[in-house]
């Protein structure tokens, strides 16, 4: 208990010194834990894809369409048990910086695929009566303070004009990682006039949504859709839902890369942050560290002195960073919202940074600890009479 | 006839600077028996210190014998040192080494955490040892609420608190004005001849020495005379 209580004296001995190094490493952990939930933010969509959905898109890019007659081929491919469809509408809302996705899709079926979006049956019974009705995630509808039966007008990017509508739902999603920052609202509404204003663009979705009845043959039943429509004006491309996600994380690839490695620097920057310190300690208590093995203290007391005070140290710091990293991963949350609809910190990046913590404690203790274990009582002492 | 509690024989003793030997000691024979208050006396550079390190089993001869406590402690493992030496060597420091993060009950109770007493044990040890030093009251100050005198004080109590074999000082009024220096050397005899502790002091003061009953001269690294 008293070599406790040493370590602890010892650690509160230079105050502003530990401070320092205890902010410091607060910091690092911060930083570590915000890029690590930034990176996962990435990936959140495709975590949170289902291994029964698979995406059919136009061959040649996201961009082209395809035609609603290809539905009902898909449905009829074995193995198929559900197809619905979603158009990328790329509305703005009064302005660009608002930006949020937003989706014409299949009002009869799409929700049906997609039982992560929680709906209420009145919501969901207003959404199906009403043609320009839509719904948006809980995260969307606080953001912009909507409420059900608010209406509000989005300017055409892809599909130009105004676009009115009425919001009757407001879902919420069934897991952590459910986007709850998306609008949806009837692709019958934009086609109806796209059959009046423009007649060539109607009739075109962007996406099919396919449940196949077995994940496992999610290849085979892909490889079939395509075989459907190969040589046809509109070859498709079908893969899962998650290979589908993944193929947007992949377009950022050098960012999360850059990401990645700015997370390992951060953890160099904390060992050396505290290296530094328990450095300069154990230099600076030689002499009583010398004193102790003359009263008889073995070197694992001294290791136990010099570990006891880094993982303290690095225990406040690590503390210290990941009780900070809530409020500024929400920070970061809210800032970042219009780019990542799913950003939460998860359980294990916070035990991450608490081993990390951990471990550069252990490690920063190492090499003074051997140099005073090293050094001879006589050298501690500076007594060469 | 006191036993011997101090052996020396042909004890030699050298560092090294790089490649070049540097001889400290030459040839130390000598003998203290128990009960003895010997003071070590030379020039700087002499070799009293590290015969005095010698003794206490924080160095080891390059050759010879040394019995201290009828251990030839020049053949112990590092670990089997530290055993001993908490078991038989008190040591008193020139400027005092004392935890500036304890205070004096717990700079003097430092050595007792190595033993198996238990709690109630060692506060009425540490509350003896402050006592026979006079510091009683002042048993939670810390070291930088002390005097120069106070701090050698509470460093000796820390040396007699396991009740050593030895008592080994290392000019412990080095550091002392010379109203402290005197106090602190009745101090030591005291513990010499009321409780009969066997110590062994380095010092250059002669008035320091005056209260030692056997003077042992060093030039150059060897004995010159007892």
Known sequence: ?385 | MAEPIVELQSVYKSYYRGQLEIPVLYNINLTFTEGQFVALMGPSGSGKTTLLNLIAGIDRPSDGRLVVAGQDISRLSEGDMARWRANHIGFIFQFYNLMPVLNAFENVELPLLLTRLSRSERRRQVETALGIVGLGDRMGHYPNQLSGGQEQRVAIARAIVTDPTLLLADEPTGDLDRHSADSIMDLLSRLNNEFGKTIIMVTHDPRAAEAARTVQHLEKGELVSS
């Open chain 1, 1 to 385: 208990m008293r070599l406790l209580k040493i370590i602890y004296r010892n650690t509160l001995r230079h105050w502003l010194r530990t401070s320092l190094t205890v902010l410091g490493l607060a910091i690092a952990v911060v930083a570590f834990i915000v890029i690590r939930t930034t990176i996962d933010a990435w990936y959140a969509q495709s975590e949170a894809a289902s291994p029964d959905r698979l995406i059919t898109r136009h061959a040649v890019s996201l961009t082209f369409f395809l035609p609603l007659a290809y539905e009902n081929r898909i449905q009829d491919v074995e193995g198929v048990k559900a197809v619905s469809h979603a158009t990328w509408f790329g509305g703005v809302y009064v302005e660009p910086k608002n930006f949020f996705a937003n989706f014409a899709i299949d009002h009869t079926k799409y929700l049906d695929l997609y039982p992560e979006f929680v709906l209420e049956p009145a919501e969901r019974d207003a959404f199906m009566q009403e043609r320009n009705a839509a719904i948006v995630g809980r995260n969307l509808a606080d953001r912009f303070g909507w409420q059900v039966g608010d209406r509000i007008t989005l300017t055409g990017t892809i599909f130009p004009g105004d676009w009115e509508l009425v919001i009757r739902g407001i879902y919420t999603g069934a897991k952590e990682n459910t986007d709850e920052s998306t609008m949806m609202f009837r692709w019958d509404y934009i086609d109806e006039r796209l059959r009046r204003e423009v007649p060539a663009r109607a009739g075109y979705v962007g996406t099919f949504v396919v449940q196949v009845d077995d994940p496992q043959e999610a290849a085979v039943v892909s490889e079939k859709i395509d075989a459907l429509f190969q040589n046809s004006l509109a070859e498709t491309k079908t893969e899962t839902e998650e290979a589908f996600n993944l193929s947007f994380v992949a377009m950022a690839g050098s960012i999360v890369l850059g990401l990645k490695a700015i997370s390992i620097l951060v953890i160099g920057i904390f060992m050396l942050v505290l290296g530094n310190t328990m450095a300069m300690t154990a230099r600076e208590r030689v002499s009583e560290y010398a004193v102790m093995k003359t009263l008889g203290f073995r070197p694992l007391h001294i290791v136990g002195l010099i570990f006891g005070e880094s993982l303290f140290i690095a225990a406040l710091g690590g503390a210290l960073g990941i009780a900070l990293s809530f409020p500024l991963g929400g920070l970061v949350k809210t800032m970042l919202s219009n780019f990542f609809p799913v950003y939460t910190i998860a359980f294990w990046t916070v035990v991450f940074a608490g081993l990390i913590a951990f471990v550069v404690g252990l490690l920063a203790a190492v090499f003074p600890t051997v140099k005073a274990v090293r050094t001879s009582i006589v050298d501690g002492l500076r007594i060469i009479d």
